[in-house]
């Protein structure tokens, strides 16, 4: 099928009928074919004129038509041509249909081959063996305190850790991703074993994994997109609160009762000061001041573990007294296999609440009920993260993201482990140690289970306000998010959204905080985005130095609501490129009424992933907001971007009689020359005296 068709075919569907001029002057060869095209799918009505209707039938060979007069009398002597195409059936139903999206039924693993091979090459494996290692050192004290915070044994946190490090590091979206437990996922899993015992912890992360599994191959990675940035880092912002305000009762050696907000308990923490434990604050302060200090000596240093072993040493140099982990299980008796129970009926409504929150935390982008869950929400962000910190070969897939997390999360459930995700700090210190393929991953995991297998005697003897401490540094570090400052740069209004977040999280909960926040951005972000794909001929050059370019025109409000309307018009430059030799693509962007950072980030990172090297993305007529956006979504300008038409466009537009200054661009293109080599001197002529050679068609594609 040609381009022209493929364009046509976007504009009406499958309408039975269409309506279409062509100039005087005769109608361009590769129009007339893709019309030839169409009329392969059913019979359409079309305005030619005398000239025109035998060089529309000269260009269709093969094909039957028959032309019937629709009007003699009128003045412009325009025919009206039915033409009936007679091809086989199968021809006729495979034209014009959409394509759809198959299953992930083979689980990604076909494309990921090639990068398991690229584990072993030996110009790379000392420095990956190097950074897994690294990372390993990091992940047993971390693990540790994310399952002491999450109210279940130690060891949980370790076997989770190396059971689902395999399955995300092999089978996740993104190279560099490493897979574990997450601190914001504590503070769900904690209440749930409160109210439903461990033995509900298998059946939370099997289920779980079991959405993030159906999500991913069933495509709807898209989906988890739909949370606004400014939700997002109030998120972040209102876990952080809630870890740092429920960990320094610990690290005061103070017990608290359970079930009070932040303020309450800094309330409750300041009417028992006096009966604090001196040595266990010594810990925890000596700890979080540690991690917060040893990586700016050296960024690759593993803070976590010299911090958590410089406790130990003192703690039992000077004999203080404090709590310590204690006795473990070790070696493999560590990893039990268990089959998760069903729990009582009574309790699904809540299991079922948590599990949904808790996927949409771990996945990472549904607009319907609140991006379908959490544990998605940090993995894919992380993943994207981690993107713009080193390029691999592997571009990160958010369906994949979601299948190897799904997997992960059901491994570890079938050894009583807790739900899992792509986290940020781990994979981000695997990105600074120049790790290059996903063996690190794999180190890491394979350390974690040889610190269960081999050091559990050690590890328990590790003081409790030495993890206390550790979680006090990273609840500090969530206060705040870098995103906030990207989205106030773009839009003061996401302070809005931000600030209820976090206000709902502290006062009512997690889920109520999140849903409360997207309410308030979609009060504030309501509206439409709209594309649509301008004819431009395959013989078209916009600039004299490329050779073929596509070009689209947005409309409307650029926002997180716009992730499904981005996605198709990524989907169909693909489809473009798929039949072209693309050198450039230009986006039209006048018809933008306001911007959002979720939004114009999503549109940014979507198009330089479809982009190759040799292909060029250009965005013109970039208002002063939307030129904001770009610098804040791309500051290295990889998408150029112009207020208006380049000036090494005008050549092209001057030569069909189009000012650039003045008219639109979809007037420009309207006009555009379609045929370079037939009738050039009369189709100018006529461009000039305003009969476009191709009418513009209708608006009727937008999504």
Request: one cysteine or more; proline letters at 6%; a neutral charge.
């Amino acid at each position: 099928m040609t381009r022209m068709a493929r364009l046509l075919l976007r504009q009406h569907g499958r309408t039975s009928r269409v309506l279409a001029s062509a100039s005087i002057s005769g109608v361009p060869t590769n129009y007339s074919r893709a019309c030839s095209t169409l009329l392969s799918n059913k019979s359409y009505y079309r305005n030619w004129n005398e000239t025109a209707a035998p060089a529309f039938a000269a260009s269709s060979p093969g094909f039957m038509f028959q032309s019937t007069v629709a009007d003699e009398k009128k003045s412009d002597s325009k025919l009206k041509v039915e033409a009936t195409v007679i091809e086989p059936e199968s021809t006729m139903k495979s034209i014009g249909k959409k394509k759809k999206k198959p299953l992930i039924l083979d689980f990604g693993i076909p494309k990921l081959i090639p990068e398991w091979k690229n584990m072993f090459k030996t110009e790379t494996l000392f420095t990956d063996i190097s950074a897994g290692l690294t990372v390993g050192c990091i992940a047993v004290p971390l693990s540790l305190a994310i399952a002491v915070a999450s109210g279940v044994p130690a060891e949980v946190g370790l076997v989770t850790a190396a059971v689902s490090g395999v399955a995300g590091g092999m089978l996740g979206g993104t190279t560099l991703a490493i897979t574990g437990p997450a601190a914001a996922i504590s503070l769900l899993v904690v209440g749930a074993v409160e109210q439903h015992g461990i033995e509900a912890l298998p059946v939370i992360t099997l289920a779980c994994g079991g959405l993030q599994l159906a999500s991913g191959v069933t495509r709807l990675g898209v989906v988890t997109k739909l949370v606004p940035v400014s939700v997002i880092a109030g998120f972040t912002t209102g876990v952080g609160t809630l870890i740092l305000t429920g960990q320094i009762p610990k690290a005061l050696g103070i017990v608290a009762p359970t079930g009070m907000n932040p303020i309450e308990l800094l309330g409750y923490i300041g009417e028992n000061i006096a009966s604090a434990n001196p040595a266990a604050a010594s810990l925890a302060i000596g700890t979080s001041a540690a991690m917060f200090l040893l990586p700016k000596i050296h960024p690759k240093m593993p803070s976590a573990l010299l911090a958590v072993g410089g406790a130990t040493l003192a703690t039992h140099t000077f004999g203080l007294d404090v709590t310590l982990i204690g006795a473990i299980p070790s070696g493999l008796e560590a990893f039990q296999f268990v089959m998760p129970i069903v729990p009582p009926i009574e309790s699904l409504p809540s299991l079922g609440a948590t599990v949904f929150l808790i996927y949409a935390m771990t996945s990472v982008d549904p607009y319907f009920l609140v991006r379908l869950a959490m544990t998605s929400v940090e993995s894919l962000l992380s993943c994207a993260a981690l993107e713009k910190m080193k390029k691999t070969s592997y571009k990160h897939d958010a369906d994949q993201e979601l299948i190897g997390q799904g997997l992960a999360n059901m491994g570890a459930a079938m050894f009583m482990g807790m739900p899992v995700t792509s986290v940020i700090a781990r994979s981000g210190l695997n990105v600074k140690l120049g790790a290059n393929t996903r063996l690190p991953a794999i180190i890491q995991a394979g350390f974690v289970f040889s610190s269960v297998v081999f050091l559990s005697d050690r590890i328990s003897m590790i003081p409790m306000p030495a993890l206390s401490g550790m979680l006090i540094t990273t609840g500090m570090s969530m206060l705040n998010p870098a995103e906030l400052k990207h989205c106030a740069a773009v839009q003061k209004s996401d302070y809005v959204p931000f600030v209820t977040t976090i206000g709902g999280m502290v006062s009512f909960g997690l889920a109520e905080g999140i849903g409360i926040g997207c309410a308030t951005a979609m009060v504030l972000n309501y509206g439409k985005l709209h594309s649509r794909e301008v004819p431009l001929p395959q013989e078209f050059t916009l600039d004299p130095t490329t050779k073929n370019a596509t070009l689209w025109q947005l409309s409307g409000p650029l926002n997180f609501l716009s992730m499904f309307a981005i996605d198709d018009l990524v989907e169909q430059i693909k489809d473009v490129k798929a039949t072209q030799d693309l050198d450039e693509i230009v986006l039209d962007m006048k018809g933008i009424t306001s911007v959002e950072y979720t939004g114009a980030e999503e549109l940014v990172n979507r198009l330089v992933a479809i982009a190759d090297d040799d292909i060029e993305i250009q965005m013109l007529n970039c208002h002063a907001k939307l030129e904001n956006a770009l610098n804040e979504c791309d500051p290295t300008q990889l998408i150029i971007r112009s207020p208006e038409v380049p000036a090494s466009f005008a050549p092209a537009l001057a030569a069909i009689g189009v000012d650039p200054q003045s008219d639109p661009l979809s007037t420009a293109a309207a006009q555009i020359k379609a045929d370079t080599t037939g009738a050039a001197a009369s189709n100018k002529q006529d461009a000039k005296s305003g009969a476009p050679l191709i009418s513009q068609l209708p608006n009727t594609n937008e999504k």
